[in-house]
T-cell receptor, first 110, second 116 residues
Framework: DQQVKQNSPSLSVQEGRISILNCDYT??????FLWYKKYPAEGPTFLIS?????DKNEDGRFTVFLNKSAKHLSLHIVPSQPGDSAVYFC?????????FGAGTILRVKS | DGGITQSPKYLFRKEGQNVTLSCEQN?????MYWYRQDPGQGLRLIYY???????QKGDIAEGYSVSREKKESFPLTVTSAQKNPTAFYLC???????????????FGAGSRLTVL
């Protein structure tokens, strides 16, 4: 039972344009959401997060939006850079656990 | 520099053998976690520990065992009972447990286990 879903396995974007990565969840008890970035053969690194009581959080080029009624969150990267090419994981906290989505491969073309 | 060290980075095992993956952190974090990553799937929680000498099963604990004798160390043993052990294993830590207020996990670089 996948409680956190990233329905797009991959996304290709031109350098300088906006990248939008999407994530859907089913468990309304999730109280905190995070995005992680992962390069091949490395561990994921934390990117940005949002509490369930907010609908937007911004950090430089990265903005996360949360729509609780739709159980949907998205990560916007503006402008996209070639160094942003990586796998992006959405994660949600419930109790003692972080539940992760399957990841979306982002390719930023120069 | 503080961080999490996982070793070995690559490991090959014959079927029927147990293998232990090492995870050491110098972040002074109380909580530690083991995740498994398979292609096309999210990270799945194997075991976690919120404090020394205590640990709980995650979602896919069968065929695995852990110990937490020291705060900085959380080794994972993949036993011969694990039916499909080939995967990328990630260790993580947080200052306190997630239910105690921690929001973010810090991950190690991972260990890739291949069963021949």
């Amino acid at each position: 039972d996948q409680q956190v879903k990233q329905n797009s396995p991959s996304l290709s974007v031109q350098e300088g344009r906006i990248s939008i990565l999407n994530c859907d969840y089913t468990n309304s008890m999730f109280d905190y959401f995070l995005w992680y970035k992962k390069y091949p053969a490395e561990g994921p690194t934390f990117l940005i997060s949002i509490s369930s009581i907010k609908d937007k959080n911004e950090d430089g080029r990265f903005t996360v939006f949360l729509n609780k009624s739709a159980k949907h969150l998205s990560l916007h990267i503006v402008p996209s850079q070639p160094g942003d090419s990586a796998v992006y994981f959405c994660a949600a906290r419930y109790g003692n656990k972080l539940v992760f989505g399957a990841g979306t491969i982002l390719r930023v073309k120069s | 520099d503080g961080g999490i060290t996982q070793s070995p980075k690559y490991l090959f095992r014959k079927e029927g053998q147990n293998v232990t993956l090492s995870c050491e952190q110098n972040l002074n974090h109380d909580a530690m976690y083991w995740y498994r990553q398979d292609p096309g799937q999210g990270l799945r929680l194997i075991y976690y520990s919120q404090i020394v000498n205590d640990f709980q099963k995650g979602d896919i604990a069968e065929g695995y065992s852990v110990s937490r004798e020291k705060k900085e160390s959380f080794p994972l043993t993949v036993t011969s009972a694990q039916k499909n052990p080939t995967a990328f294993y990630l260790c993580a830590s947080s200052p306190v447990g997630l239910s105690s207020g921690a929001n973010v996990l810090t991950f190690g670089a991972g260990s890739r286990l291949t069963v021949l």
